[in-house]
């Protein structure tokens, strides 16, 4: 191989990495950002938010919150098209089993076994400019 195509080649997958780099942190910043908003509106439907991104061996849950007296995760979801569907639509069987084992994890490592559950989506759609076009919020999703 002569050194102009080796040079070519090593400045293509440079390329080829820093966008995905690029890709995954506008994916990372698309969920920070709906999470800020979906915190937002929680706050402002009533809900008392416990705990954000509780980290655990099972995953990661959003949000946690209290409505009333029910003890609420939520899950949320967020796209910058509706093209392939809605975000609150992603949140499958699997994912529903995974979130399900996070929060009885919770409830046994905070105690809580007794207080009454239930499980919210939010799902928002941006924009291409990355302003909120829809927020939907889905109470006992599942």
């Not at 070519?8 to 440079?14: G, K, L, R």
Request: glycine letters at 6%; a positive charge.
């Amino acid at each position: 191989m002569d050194r102009q195509r080796y040079i070519a080649e090593v400045f293509y997958i440079i390329f080829v990495k820093l966008l995905i780099e690029e890709e995954s942190m506008n994916r990372i910043d698309v969920g920070k950002k709906a999470e800020e908003a979906a915190a937002l509106y929680l706050r402002n439907q009533g809900y008392k938010i416990i705990e954000r991104n509780f980290r655990c061996s099972f995953g990661e849950m959003d949000i946690i919150a209290e409505d009333g007296d029910v003890l609420v995760f939520v899950e949320v979801r967020s796209r910058r098209s509706s093209a392939y569907g809605l975000p609150q639509e992603t949140v499958a069987w699997v994912k529903q089993q995974k979130l399900r084992r996070l929060a009885g994890y919770y409830l046994k490592i905070k105690k809580a076994g007794e207080k009454k559950c239930r499980f919210d989506v939010i799902g928002i759609l941006f924009d291409q400019n990355m302003k909120i076009k829809s927020l939907d919020l889905i109470r006992d999703a599942f």
